[in-house]
């Protein structure tokens, strides 16, 4: 496995990003240091964890700093309280008799404001195995639907948007039918101005959680500069010319807590909601290998969180996929907290009502460690270890079971964000990937 460690990325990040280790602009800076460089041990040892508070980049003398530690995502099993000398201490973190994660959360109050930050550990994580099994028809059953989707012809309308065009690509809206109910889903069609027939490879890009437009269709436009196909598409069958308000009405009356339709019809694997989501993934490799300007043979799956889940579940599903770029992955080993432990975005352990046998049995089926385990096309995955939407245990669980070429981008400090050159870095893997 390729590693490349950034411990210290992105101190200088964009006012967009969310969950920032290093937010933009503030008075306050905490750095946090394990006594292991790549913040890893093995099962048995010990952690510590040196911690320094800057205020105005001042090292803040006489501060308490209070911290707990813990497994990630669980109650903490230790607490204690620390006093920077000279704006240091050191916080000790524990070990770990299974492979996995531990979290130190600290707090510290200064002129009567309090300043959180938080940093996991990891312990063999590449020893890591995911908790959910491979149900024995699992194959049988995408087969029989991938099968069913098939028989409904290829139907989509294309439209020119203009404002997304340039001098350099063309964009397209596109309405990509998926059965003759008439579900759709809506996506942007970019391709290299004046593509010549046969010349492109092909990007499929599904979205990340929610229920949302697909907001700034052109910030991925340097795919289709590099003479990509690129096709980013949302999974609710929603215009993404809807006003933003609208959205936000669709969320609040449909969605719920924790992107309320993941558990739509959960305790049904024929009819759970995300089926449909995952055959769109296929439906959309149909629409990119119809092109005349697509070169034939390279068809590859890029996304993150939910987008990298179902980038890789494509890799998985669809044997026409031929590389696969991933960023902390939802949607795996979803039913770990049955081994009480961290489990894969969206947390049904959060949820009341989720521990059935009819819910976990259908989690099995849409688990992403299990289209990971079909995977044989080269995998570039990207984690940090601070992230707890998608937390770096799922991540490994996924990781671990690929049996194909593969390698792992992994940042440490990151919590569910990528970097700007991270995600350019994608493109750069893909085009050094593509099949001849």
Known sequence: MKKYLLILAALCLTLGLAAENYPYRSDVLWVARPDHADWLYRTGE????????????????????????????????????????????????????RPGFRDCRLTATIDGKTYRHHIKVGFSPDKIEPYTALPADFDAFWADNKAALARFPLQYTKERVAKYCTDKIECYLIKLLLNKQG??????????????????????????????????????????????????????????????????????AFNGRENGYLTNSLDDRDNYYMKRVYLACVRAVDLLTSLPEWD??????????????????????DERVTACAANHPA???????????????????????????????????????????????????????????????????VYNVLQCPKEA??????????????????LDWILQHLVK
């Open 409 to 426: 981008l992994i940042t440490p400090i990151n919590e569910h964000w990528t970097s700007e050159e991270t995600e350019r870095g994608h």
């Open 183 to 252: 579900q759709a889903v809506y996506g942007y069609l970019f391709l290299p101005k004046d593509a010549q027939p046969g010349s492109c490879p092909a990007v499929l890009c599904p979205p990340g959680a929610g229920i949302k437009t697909i907001k700034e269709p052109l910030r991925h436009k340097y795919y289709a500069e590099a003479g990509c196909i690129r096709f980013e598409f949302e999974i609710h069958g929603l215009h993404p010319d809807l006003p933003e308000e609208r959205f936000r009405e669709l969320t609040a």
């Open 331 to 397: 949607l795996s080993d979803m039913a770990r907290f049955k081994a009480g432990e961290a489990d894969g975005y969206p947390h049904f352990s959060r949820m009341k009502g989720m521990d059935t046998p009819d819910k976990l049995r259908t989690m099995a089926y849409y688990d992403v460690v299990n289209f990971a385990r079909r995977i044989r096309v080269p995998v570039r995955m990207t984690w940090g270890y601070n992230d707890d939407t998608c937390p770096p245990t799922t991540s490994y669980a």
């Open 46 to 97: 010990k952690a510590a964890v040196e911690v320094q508070l800057y205020r105005y980049g001042i090292p803040q003398n006489g501060v308490v700093v209070r911290y707990e530690t813990g497994p990630e995502l669980l109650p903490a099993d230790t607490s204690g309280e620390t006093v920077l000398k000279n704006g240091v201490a050191t916080i000790p973190v524990g070990t770990m008799k």
């Open 296 to 317: 034939g043979r390279n068809v590859v799956a890029q996304g993150g969180s939910q987008g990298g889940a179902l980038a890789l579940v494509a890799a998985g599903l």
